[in-house]
């Protein structure tokens, strides 16, 4: 992502969550209702923040008929980048290796994790 984003709430993560499980990221409010964990929104309550999400960027609203099918615009690999490097360079002074490092301490990572992590850093960008 190229462009200053604004950032999710926890109750508009948990819709676009659902909306990006949807095929093609795309469904009308009763689909991604059936996807939003308990307790679910009122059905008004998910269309405003559906309207929140148009607003800020993340979801496109085309009419069909007599209903609304949403698409995500921004897609859960694109968010989920600019958070993690919003994250790294506002608490780790940009630095990867410090990032890596503040998860490795406080995460119980097996060997095999570690091998895994190791193997990936060796082999990033093929």
Known sequence: ??????????AETQVMTALW??????GTSAEIMALLPEPKPAPTTLLTFLHILTTKGFVRTERMGRSNRFSAIVSHDDY????????????????????VSFFAQREEMSVAEIDELIDLIKHRGG
């Open 1 to 10: 992502m190229k462009q200053e984003r604004l950032y999710l709430t926890k």
């Open 21 to 26: 499980k949807l095929n093609n990221a795309t």
């Open 80 to 99: 989920a980048t600019d958070a993690v490097a919003t994250v790294k360079d506002n608490f780790f002074g940009g630095s990867f290796s410090s990032l």
